[in-house]
């Protein structure tokens, strides 16, 4: 039996480790990761997030190959995120991978995570050349490929779409287990007031959520009920709350028992509002049928339904991801990583470092030629 | 009689017949995706801002379509027998008519330094919502537009959203888009400024390489 060409892909560009094993045409081996959860009301910092990692990656590696059922020396390539991300956890992977290569003495090859996930998305869907809608806690851009690069057509101007939930959960102590926006999408299906005074923020293929943020702390400030109860003891989770003495006037009234489901419900409305409507822009300016949506709020089941139904009246498909590929995973990043290898050969060690700034369309994109 | 001319993905334009006249109809879609509530409140909001800034536009002296008439989700207006902007150049640039390009450009600055000036927010600056008719720009689609006086931040990215179009469709013309900046800068009241501002915006998206 011929040997398949294997490759190891190591992420950790925010709060999951987790490691991959893949083959050439992108079979998946084996595929487990670490998640690092907080107590509701905090968010993971930096620091902390790469302690976890760095406790769990040896771990996260063991059992990778050992589902795998191979050995390091096995691997024909290791890859990892090289950004972008949070320094902190960055560093993690990139460490471990540069150590593997040099000890094994393999190539390696450094891969941009927004990169990864579109491909993986492209394989796991299918689809050729579709409009990417990818949503995360970090990143929230309207892609669509042209002569060798993925080209943003729009994004954030501020925060990103994964953010403004989170930061919402933590507001009104919303448990993070096993993600904030899993638990936001459960709440929001019971909801039914929507607040129609929450702005609706578009500027002309840009999407700005920061000031939506706001407004629904204003909300919040107001109508203390909606907050769910503090889990005691936990001393973290006493943030300061911004007591604002002016009481926001709102158009139209808000129902005086407002629910925290009411709430959620709102803010998904709007915000997946928005970004169909952006993605619906960009697909109608490249010309472009088909769509798929990944990073984590990918995974929620309205955001996917919304499109879907907008993809339908223009006659395309949406390949909506499953929980796999769209949150963040070792395998994207070792088939991205093979795609790299064999168009652009492997990565410079000396430019095998990490960096938290790292654009979509600065990669050359010398595996597609259409 | 009623002509579908084009799609989008806000609204339906068709070219139709009113009052003995050619005329322009905008009917903005309803968005199935959408809530019905949050799609009426957006679709409302938009065909007033439109249809009011566009008269507004016009008391600027700026060229845009004449309004006859309006309801809850759509426009009716003038109907322009002109070009897009974009063809317009990439005519222009195909024939090596330099002269005339720069002509157009210089124009089309003149009058967003009008609607600037005047606190109108166009929001969605492409060279294909400027058409051309004898070798005149005419302004339209108001559809994402605002006002808002005194704030340079919102000239410079309504200035921003149109460089970015610009360049993407038409990256040979970079030199002559700085033209059409400097013309801006010297019409607009607060031009200095806006230009300085522009340049913070485009530092401005997410992960760029800023430093180090």
Same mark, same amino acid.
């Given at each position: 039996?011929?040997?398949?060409?294997?490759?190891?892909?190591?992420?950790?560009?925010?709060?999951?480790?987790?490691?991959?094993?893949?083959?050439?045409?992108?079979?998946?081996?084996?595929?487990?990761?670490?998640?690092?959860?907080?107590?509701?009301?905090?968010?993971?910092?930096?620091?902390?997030?790469?302690?976890?990692?760095?406790?769990?990656?040896?771990?996260?590696?063991?059992?990778?190959?050992?589902?795998?059922?191979?050995?390091?020396?096995?691997?024909?390539?290791?890859?990892?995120?090289?950004?972008?991300?949070?320094?902190?956890?960055?560093?993690?992977?990139?460490?471990?991978?540069?150590?593997?290569?040099?000890?094994?003495?393999?190539?390696?090859?450094?891969?941009?995570?927004?990169?990864?996930?579109?491909?993986?998305?492209?394989?796991?869907?299918?689809?050729?050349?579709?409009?990417?809608?990818?949503?995360?806690?970090?990143?929230?851009?309207?892609?669509?490929?042209?002569?060798?690069?993925?080209?943003?057509?729009?994004?954030?101007?501020?925060?990103?779409?994964?953010?403004?939930?989170?930061?919402?959960?933590?507001?009104?102590?919303?448990?993070?287990?096993?993600?904030?926006?899993?638990?936001?999408?459960?709440?929001?299906?019971?909801?039914?007031?929507?607040?129609?005074?929450?702005?609706?923020?578009?500027?002309?293929?840009?999407?700005?959520?920061?000031?939506?943020?706001?407004?629904?702390?204003?909300?919040?400030?107001?109508?203390?009920?909606?907050?769910?109860?503090?889990?005691?003891?936990?001393?973290?989770?006493?943030?300061?709350?911004?007591?604002?003495?002016?009481?926001?006037?709102?158009?139209?009234?808000?129902?005086?028992?407002?629910?925290?489901?009411?709430?959620?419900?709102?803010?998904?409305?709007?915000?997946?509002?928005?970004?169909?409507?952006?993605?619906?822009? *960009?697909?109608?300016?490249?010309?472009?049928?088909?769509?798929?949506?990944?990073?984590?709020?990918?995974?929620?089941?309205?955001?996917?339904?919304?499109?879907?139904?907008?993809?339908?009246?223009?006659?395309?498909?949406?390949?909506?991801?499953?929980?796999?590929?769209?949150?963040?995973?070792?395998?994207?990043?070792?088939?991205?990583?093979?795609?790299?290898?064999?168009?652009?050969?492997?990565?410079?060690?000396?430019?095998?470092?990490?960096?938290?700034?790292?654009?979509?369309?600065?990669?050359?994109?010398?595996?597609?030629?259409? | 009689?009623?002509?579908?001319?084009?799609?989008? *993905?806000?609204?339906?334009?068709?070219?139709?017949?009113?009052?003995?006249?050619?005329?322009?109809?905008?009917?903005?879609?309803?968005?199935?995706?959408?809530?019905?509530?949050?799609?009426?409140?957006?679709?409302?909001?938009?065909?007033?801002?439109?249809?009011?800034?566009?008269?507004? *536009?016009?008391?600027?002296?700026?060229?845009?379509?004449?309004?006859?008439?309006?309801?809850?989700?759509?426009?009716?207006?003038?109907?322009?027998?002109?070009?897009?902007?974009?063809?317009?150049?990439?005519?222009?640039?195909?024939?090596?008519?330099?002269?005339?390009?720069?002509?157009?450009?210089?124009?089309?600055?003149?009058?967003?330094?009008?609607?600037?000036?005047?606190?109108?927010?166009?929001?969605?600056?492409?060279?294909?919502?400027?058409?051309?008719?004898?070798?005149?720009?005419?302004?339209?689609?108001?559809?994402?537009?605002?006002?808002?006086?005194?704030?340079?931040?919102?000239?410079?990215?309504?200035?921003?959203?149109?460089?970015?179009?610009?360049?993407?469709?038409?990256?040979?013309?970079?030199?002559?888009?700085?033209?059409?900046?400097?013309?801006?800068?010297?019409?607009?009241?607060?031009?200095?400024?806006?230009?300085?501002?522009?340049?913070?915006?485009?530092?401005?998206?997410?992960?760029?390489?800023?430093?180090?």
């Amino acid at each position: 039996m011929n040997k398949q060409f294997l490759a190891l892909g190591i992420e950790g560009s925010a709060n999951k480790i987790g490691i991959g094993v893949v083959t050439k045409d992108g079979n998946i081996l084996s595929n487990p990761r670490r998640t690092y959860i907080t107590p509701p009301g905090t968010g993971f910092v930096p620091k902390e997030t790469a302690q976890h990692h760095r406790n769990k990656i040896l771990e996260v590696l063991d059992e990778a190959l050992k589902i795998a059922q191979i050995t390091l020396d096995d691997i024909d390539l290791i890859c990892y995120t090289k950004g972008p991300g949070m320094a902190g956890p960055l560093s993690i992977g990139a460490t471990v991978a540069r150590t593997l290569s040099l000890l094994y003495k393999k190539p390696i090859v450094g891969v941009n995570h927004c990169v990864a996930h579109i491909e993986m998305g492209r394989l796991a869907t299918q689809c050729e050349n579709p409009a990417v809608l990818y949503v995360s806690g970090g990143n929230t851009q309207v892609i669509a490929y042209s002569k060798n690069r993925y080209r943003v057509f729009g994004e954030t101007i501020d925060i990103a779409v994964g953010n403004c939930l989170d930061r919402f959960a933590r507001l009104v102590n919303i448990s993070n287990d096993p993600a904030p926006g899993y638990n936001i999408e459960q709440l929001a299906k019971k909801g039914k007031n929507y607040i129609l005074d929450t702005p609706y923020v578009v500027k002309g293929m840009d999407m700005s959520f920061s000031g939506l943020l706001t407004f629904i702390e204003d909300v919040v400030t107001q109508f203390p009920q909606v907050k769910l109860p503090e889990i005691e003891g936990n001393d973290q989770a006493k943030r300061k709350n911004k007591q604002s003495s002016v009481v926001k006037k709102f158009s139209n009234p808000i129902p005086q028992d407002l629910s925290t489901e009411d709430l959620c419900f709102t803010l998904q409305e709007t915000i997946f509002a928005m970004l169909t409507e952006v993605t619906e822009r *960009a697909m109608s300016h490249c010309e472009s049928t088909d769509v798929i949506i990944v990073g984590g709020v990918g995974c929620n089941e309205r955001l996917q339904e919304m499109v879907s139904i907008m993809v339908k009246d223009r006659g395309g498909k949406v390949g909506a991801m499953d929980e796999r590929y769209c949150i963040d995973n070792g395998a994207m990043i070792a088939y991205t990583g093979i795609l790299e290898y064999f168009s652009n050969g492997p990565t410079n060690f000396k430019d095998t470092f990490f960096t938290q700034r790292f654009r979509t369309d600065e990669v050359y994109v010398g595996w597609r030629n259409d | 009689m009623q002509q579908l001319i084009s799609q989008g *993905a806000e609204a339906k334009i068709y070219k139709i017949q009113f009052l003995g006249d050619l005329a322009i109809l905008k009917e903005r879609l309803s968005k199935q995706y959408r809530l019905k509530v949050l799609d009426d409140r957006i679709t409302t909001e938009r065909v007033k801002t439109e249809s009011r800034l566009l008269s507004k *536009a016009r008391q600027l002296g700026v060229n845009v379509p004449h309004l006859y008439y309006v309801d809850n989700n759509s426009i009716i207006m003038m109907f322009i027998d002109g070009i897009k902007l974009k063809d317009y150049l990439n005519n222009l640039e195909k024939e090596g008519k330099q002269v005339e390009l720069q002509q157009i450009l210089i124009l089309v600055a003149q009058d967003i330094a009008k609607l600037h000036n005047g606190g109108i927010i166009h929001g969605d600056l492409t060279t294909s919502n400027i058409l051309v008719q004898n070798q005149k720009p005419y302004f339209i689609d108001f559809g994402l537009s605002y006002t808002k006086v005194g704030f340079v931040e919102d000239f410079a990215v309504d200035l921003y959203v149109l460089e970015k179009a610009f360049l993407s469709t038409h990256p040979t013309l970079e030199n002559e888009f700085q033209l059409l900046l400097e013309e801006y800068k010297k019409q607009q009241n607060k031009g200095k400024d806006v230009i300085e501002k522009l340049r913070q915006v485009r530092q401005r998206g997410r992960k760029k390489v800023a430093f180090g």
